[in-house]
């Protein structure tokens, strides 16, 4: 049997969506424990007290960053199943769908995943990519497996469970002065890179958010490690990926 | 300080903004448009590109190279120097070939797979016969730095 935990309904219609999951759950013959997150009780506090009660599989049902949530408690103890709801662009990739009762499907059938994971020192898990947005061009000192060292600018950093750094940058050169006052014309210049490793340092300085969504999961500096086949999630064909 | 970072991953690109130290070793593609200082190692091909400055040895199979280059290259399969490239160093590849407007300062080595296998004809009663397979030192473009 699965121990379901529910993102906090943000509207009346996600509400109304539950109440159908959890009909559609019935009708599948994988109805299970149900429990709700809310500022009182954590998804961290419920996933402890699922795999206290032997559950060997834990489904959240939200969206991307409260997926990632659910996983980091998990990790290691037991399976993740998915249905997505709201902003669930990336695990519905994951998973094979962003339909509520395709997932559903998925769950019954149970097909099982493997994934990579990256672990940023001490607890936050990275299995959903996390994006790092500096209000503005902003410099990040980087350590890769100990060893090589270097620095990049970047309006946007991107971390992915395969411990891949993506950086983005743009930013203007050779603007033209007006009267010496106002700047007009220049060039672009688009940057992007993506470096791998299996230990990774990144330094900013100020400390910088790291976000899955709109949720902050960590800020820098951040100590990261690659973790190979780390997480089982139930997805539309099982595979190790 | 030279470091090893060496994955299985997509390959690496080193962008315009990134300036890294040690060595950049990957088993797919590596791609450089900014600034590394040391080696560059890769099992697939290497692409230093127009805004790319390297110094430290390249190594590669297909390796092509259209910014600056300071240090030996390697290339098994095939070198490419493309006309902005620049090059200050040795060249090792069976398969050369230099654009129109590259700079090349530095020895060049094509192994033919034959220096083994050719002894040098000697004659005893004649006058001994010019070595054709010794591998040609040349400098194509003087230093202009």
């Known amino acids: ?241 | 300080m030279k470091g090893v970072m060496e994955t299985n991953g997509p390959g690496t690109t080193v962008g315009v903004n990134v300036s890294l130290s040690g060595t950049l070793k990957d088993q797919n593609d590596i791609s450089v448009f900014g600034m590394v200082e040391g080696e560059v190692i890769s099992e697939k091909s290497v692409t230093i590109g127009q805004t790319a400055q390297v110094k430290g040895p390249v190594k590669g199979e297909l390796v092509t190279i259209a910014g600056v280059v300071r240090g030996s290259i390697t290339a098994g399969e095939k070198l490419e120097l493309l006309e902005t490239g620049k090059v200050f160093g040795s060249i090792n590849t069976k398969n050369l070939v230099i654009h129109s407007g590259a700079i090349l300062v530095g020895k060049t080595e094509m192994p033919t797979g034959e220096d083994s296998e050719v002894e040098p004809e000697v004659d005893g009663e004649g006058e001994p016969t010019e070595d054709a397979s010794e591998p040609a030192d040349e400098t194509l473009t003087p230093d202009e730095e």
């Open chain 1, 1 to 241: 049997m699965y121990y379901y935990i529910l993102e906090p309904p943000t509207s009346r219609a996600v509400r109304q969506t539950y109440q159908k999951l959890r009909d559609l759950l019935t009708n599948l013959g994988i109805a299970g424990e149900m429990v709700a997150a809310s500022p009182a009780r954590t998804p961290e506090e419920l996933t402890m007290m699922g795999l206290e009660r032997g559950y060997g599989t834990v489904v959240a049902v939200g969206g991307d960053a409260f997926v990632n949530n659910i996983a980091q408690a998990i990790i290691g103890q037991a399976v993740l199943g998915v249905i997505p709801i709201g902003e669930a662009d990336q695990i519905s990739e994951i998973i094979g769908t962003n339909n509520m009762r395709t997932a559903a499907e998925f769950l019954k059938f149970r097909r099982l995943s493997t994934f990579n994971t990256t672990i940023g020192e001490p607890e936050t898990l990275i299995f959903l990519d996390a994006v790092i947005t500096p209000p503005k061009l902003a410099k990040v000192n980087l350590v890769i497996d100990g060893k090589l060292r270097g620095y990049a600018y970047f309006n946007k950093l991107t971390i992915t469970r395969n411990a891949e750094i993506k950086i983005e940058s743009s930013h203007l050169v050779e603007q033209k002065k007006i009267l010496g006052l106002f700047t007009s014309g220049g060039t672009t210049v688009k940057s992007e890179s993506l470096l791998h490793g299996k230990s990774i340092r990144l330094v900013t300085d100020p400390e910088l958010a790291l976000m899955i969504g709109r949720q902050p999961i960590a800020k820098t500096p951040l100590q990261l490690r690659f973790h190979p086949n780390s997480l089982k999630v139930i997805t539309k064909r099982g595979s190790i990926l």
